[in-house]
């Protein structure tokens, strides 16, 4: 049994308790659509997403959104709730339960994605320099590399959340690297996560003595999927630089001693 239909659930926003109604709404139902997974609850609806509520909706109502969820209500008015939840009907029509009567369930939109996206907290890239130790000779090839700190969210790496009660994952793509040396110089933006000598292939040779503090600035792209459906790309990117290395280009010279 798949429940209610989509417009069956959207109806549920014009039901009252007895004695109410909108044109005088004294008290109304509270509504929550709890994912039929064994950890959720009226108060923690969304707590896991397991594969059972989702290939339920997959295969039983393939034209609905899922997950598979069992919608509670219960009575409220000014003063709060007025008493506990209880169980209306299954549904695989999850995201258009309403928050309560009279007010449909507010939708999830691409703006909301993307603004969400934009408060991932990103992994800061860290540039990688050799030679080692924060010194280098004119014109020697220093080797740059990114490396990734345990901070943040990193290329491929999931950040779950909840946005008007469906939940939301982002998982951030790498969409560039620029390589900023310091000196005036940009590498890139490239896809290359640089390397160490003898095999990196982001180099980069300093013609004049300085006192610099390059570093690496990425682009990130991102994938999002919502309730636990299939990825899909965010129409938007952002771009983060990482901290600066500080690096002291140094000049050698020849002497000739007479013994």
């Known amino acids: 049994m798949t429940g209610l239909t989509e417009a069956q659930v959207r109806a549920l926003a014009d039901s009252y308790p007895d004695g109410a109604s909108a044109e005088t709404p004294t008290s109304w139902y509270d509504y929550v659509a709890v994912i039929n997974c064994h950890q959720n609850s009226p108060e923690q609806p969304r707590l896991e997403l397991c594969g059972s509520a989702i290939v339920y909706c997959e295969i039983y109502a393939p034209s609905s959104p899922g997950p598979y969820a069992i919608i509670f209500r219960r009575v409220a008015d000014a003063s709060g709730p007025l008493g506990g939840w209880e169980s209306v009907a299954p549904t695989c029509f999850t995201p258009f339960v309403p928050t309560r009567s009279g007010e449909p369930a507010e939708e999830l939109t691409e703006a909301m994605i993307v603004e969400q996206f934009h408060k991932t907290q990103f992994a800061l890239p860290e540039a990688v320099i050799q030679p080692p130790d924060g010194s280098t000779l004119v014109n020697l090839p220093v080797y740059f590399e990114l490396a990734w700190p345990d901070a943040g969210f ?6 779950t959340t909840t946005l008007v009660g469906r939940q939301v994952r982002i998982r951030p793509t790498l969409a ?3 390589y900023v040396t310091g000196d005036g110089r ?10 160490p000598y003898p095999h ?4 980069h040779e300093y013609t004049a003595a300085a006192e610099l503090a390059p570093y690496i600035s990425v682009e990130y792209g991102g994938e999002v999927s919502v309730d636990g459906g299939s990825w899909t790309t965010i129409p938007s990117t952002a771009t983060v630089d990482g901290p600066a290395v500080p690096l002291q280009v140094l000049t050698s010279r020849n002497r000739l001693y007479n013994n």
């Open 154 to 159: 990193e290329p491929s790496e999931v950040d």
């Open 200 to 203: 990196g292939d982001i180099t």
């Open 186 to 195: 940009t590498i890139g933006p490239t896809t290359s996560l640089g390397g």
């Open 176 to 178: 560039g690297v620029s």
